[in-house]
Every structure is written in structure tokens, then in C-alpha cells.
């Protein structure tokens, strides 16, 4: 029964977002419906755990789909998207410039200090502030810090839902229309894939009859482990340098997602395994059950108590965000809309940064060339924007504001 409750919302969601053609992103509807169902007691609030799809099979697939996106990308495509990671991180600087200010002015510094990491979107930082606003007896600053968290997603699925459809729509342009632009473009892509298609594997490939569900499982599997226990070490050399350091050590899911492109780039697993093993549909929706799942801390007298503070910071930290990446994309030659989306991925991370290009491309394109070529030149950006924003930046910020309380 929950198994099937969990799927229906999350169909309701494709289905609204396919009528509205990602207008209104499937997240989103799966969000509020959730939110719905365990603020109204209709849903058991431990509903996604009693089916096995919470921890830590969530976590679990989280190693093994962050493996599998980083095989999707060439360690040139990664380097190449430097101006990316300068964009994300401007947006991040805007949204702390502006809460900092102008939203310690409304709002007080506790609650701006507070609420500033989680909304930088990692679950972590928001564990880390509610620890130390608990730690200093603010008992309503420690639930602000999780909502703002969980919360935060209602504003950053539309809007990203909007501008990836309004760059798609641009590059869809190019794309039919032809000309110098598209071929400087696809002169990128193509030297990409001409360079991975000849590229010199360390690891000869299995022959095809070989190449079954479980030998791509166990591939991902030792990539995952190795980024683990590399992560592990970093973090135990950084905690013995310096013990105060440890909230800025790498976080694993970081370095699955490095080691995945440097194994599909040296043959230790295949471009798009998960897609290969027949398992990339199940494990994005255990991910998403998972994510469904963190709302049913949300409920409405929570929320009532801090309604202003929550709105406050979501609102001004946004605005701070969509004008420091607008600016940082401006100066590198972005698309407005694109340079925003990419900022706005603090809000949520992955996987629904994924999800959104995914459903933005399938929504305006009206072939699978034009699909591929809609997620070669987002998707990338899109990934990357997410780690950068919530998974390094977010705990940077929560180590350093904890102090600041």
C-alpha cells in the first residue's frame, strides 16, 4: 500500500508536468501532495521507511546514480566548466551579501545566521546549524534552520522549471536553425565525444556477453567504495592537521562523482552503466521516495511559528541569488536564464536538478536528437551547479556561520 501511494503521487506529478509541459515541474507536484498528505494525517509520516525505500537504500543509491552521472561526463568536460562552478558560486556570494544586510536588518542576525547555510541547500548544513542553534537554547531557530531546508525547494522548482525551459527554447533555435553558432557548438561537442570514442582505456572492455545487470553493479560498486575510503582518508588527514577543519573535508558523494568520470574515462565501468544494467528508472525513484520522505517534518504549526522568518529568508536569499549569477553570467558570456539556474540548484540539489533538465528537454523537444543535444549542452552545467552550491558550499558556509551565532 505505501509502495503504491508513494508511486501514484509521484505519477500524478509526471502527469501534470506532461499537460503543462514541465510548466509546472513534476517535483513540485509531488512535493506539495506529500506535504498535503502528512500535514492532513492521511499519510504515516514514516510511510517511505516502512517500504524500505528510506536509509539506507536512499543513500545507497545516491553512491551509485552520483557514480553513474559522473560517467556521463568527459574529465575535458569537466574541467571545462570552470566558468560554471565561478557562477554557482557568485550566486551563493549575492545571497549571503543580501541576507547578511538586508535581511539582518528585518529579521535579526540569529535567524539570518541560522538560516543563510541550509538555504544554500545541503541537509547537512542544516543539521549543523540546528545543532548549534539547540546548543544556545533557540529552540524556534533550530526548527527554522530545517524548514528552511525543506522548504526551500517550493520556490526553486518553478523557477528553475522556467528558465531551463526558456534556455532550452534558445537552444532549440540554434539547434534548428543552423548555422555558425550551432556549428561552434557541436564542434565542442562533437571533439568530446571524437576524444571519448578514441580515447585509450586502461581497461579493455568486457566483451557484450559479459556485460550483464551484475557486472555493471559490481563496477559501480568499486568506484563507489574507492571514493568512500578516499573521502574517509581526506577527511581524517584534514581532522589531524587542524580538528576544527573537519566540516570543510570533501564530502564522498564529491568524490563518487569525480572517480566516476575518471573510471569510464580509463574503462573501469561503461558510459551510462545504470542505463545499461536496466536500473537507472528504479534507483531515481527510490532517490525521490527518499526525498518525498523529508517533508513530513514540515507540518503546519511548525511552519506558522516561523512563517515570517522562513519567507523572509527564502525570499531575499533567492533575489540574492538570481542577481549575483545573473551578473557572474553576464561577464562570462551566459544566457541570463542559464547562469540563474544554475545558482538556483542551492535550493534543492540533486537528484531534482536532473529531473528538471530532464523534463524541460523532453517537454520542447520534439525528437531524441533534439532531447540529446538539449541535455549534452544543460545537464552538464546543471550537475555541476548542484555540487558546488549544496554539497562543498553549503557546510563551508554552516563551519564558518556556527561561529558567527
Known sequence: MGFFVIFLFLALGDIVSAKTKAFVPSVFVAAVLFACGYGSGILPLNIVETTGLGNPMATLCMFVIIVHMGSMMSIREMLAEWKTVTIAAAGLAGMVALLLTIGRALMGWDAVVV????????IVAAIMMSEAADARAMPHLAVLATVVYIMQGFVGYPLTAWCLKSEGLRLLKIYRGGGPELEKIMSVTNRHASNDNNRKRLVPPLPDKYQTTFTHF?????????????????????????????????HPLVVCLIFGCIAAEIGIIERRPLNKAGAFGFVMATIMAFVMGMLNRANPLMLLQILWLLAGIIIIGVIGLVIGSALAGKFFGYQKTMAVALALTALYGFPPNYILTD??????????GEYDFLMGQM????LIGGFVTVTITSVILAGAFINLL
Open 115 to 122: 538560516g543563510t547555510p541550509p538555504l544554500a541547500g545541503g
Open 218 to 250: 559490481a563496477a559501480i560498486g568499486a568506484v563507489a567504495v574507492a571514493a568512500d575510503l578516499t573521502a574517509k582518508c581526506i577527511k581524517i588527514a584534514i581532522t589531524r592537521v587542524n580538528p576544527g577543519w573537519a566540516a570543510f573535508s570533501i
Open 359 to 368: 523534463e524541460a528537454s523532453k517537454a520542447i523537444a520534439e525528437n531524441s
Open 379 to 382: 545537464l552538464p552545467k546543471m
